[in-house]
């Protein structure tokens, strides 16, 4: 309710920061809880009650099927991003020949590999609980900073290759490394625009009356 100013005399309904004055009838908004209700309104109260206070369309619950917004692929990359973490990564040749996975790097020296896939793992049920275009909106940084961890790590990775001390270390990183961090770019751009841009408040052509009667209520 706090986030609503109206037009008191077309009750037209704008969001805070929206403007100053109405922009069909030019009159000064006031607090939408200032507004008086209507002839229409007192009728209808009166025969059905008090109605449920208006919710903002940024705050109605979408249903758990729904993956608009960024929910579903946020959601797929996520667990692509942690299948992707014991794919091959790398191919030592010396002093073994062995090809070993994210997994498999982060269970030895490289122990600090664990936060990407952390990351990930997190995500999903981050963003399967996420049912509102506000609660999507709020979890924008921390699923770009979750969502970036891998990308860091194998930057981290290839500028700073293991070595091996006494013995000489030869190694090739191979796809897996690569997918991983094209993985991780993909989802901190979708976690950055996770929830999209806020819907429109009023309702368009003939739902419009009916909308604006329902909140008003």
């Keep these: 309710m706090a986030a609503l100013l109206a037009c008191p005399f077309c009750r037209t309904l704008y969001r805070r920061g929206e403007g100053t004055a109405c922009a069909v009838c030019g009159v000064k908004l006031v607090p939408f809880e200032r507004l008086p209700r209507s002839t229409e309104t007192e009728s209808e ?55 070993r996975s994210g997994y498999e790097l982060a269970r030895g020296r490289a122990g600090w590999l664990w936060g990407g896939a952390t990351g990930f793992l997190v995500l999903i049920p981050l963003a399967w609980s996420r049912r509102t275009i506000r609660s999507m909106l709020g979890a924008r940084p921390i699923s770009a900073m979750l969502a970036v961890l891998t990308l860091f790590e194998v930057g981290m990775l290839v500028a700073l290759p293991p070595r091996g001390g006494r013995l000489p ?49």
Aim: hydrophobic share 50%.
């Design 45 to 99: 109260a009166d025969e059905l009650g008090d109605a449920a206070p208006p919710v903002l369309p940024e705050d109605e619950p979408r249903a758990w099927n729904d993956f608009g917004r960024g929910r579903g692929a946020l959601l797929g990359l996520s667990a692509l991003g942690l299948a992707l973490f014991f794919a091959p990564w790398v191919s030592l040749e010396m002093p073994e020949d062995v090809v």
């Design 169 to 217: 270390v030869e190694l090739h990183w191979v796809w897996g490394i690569y997918a991983s961090a094209l993985v991780s770019l993909a989802a901190t751009v979708v976690a950055v625009r996770f929830g999209g841009a806020l819907p429109p408040l009023a309702a368009e052509d003939s739902e419009r009356e009916s909308s604006d009667k329902r909140i008003l209520h």
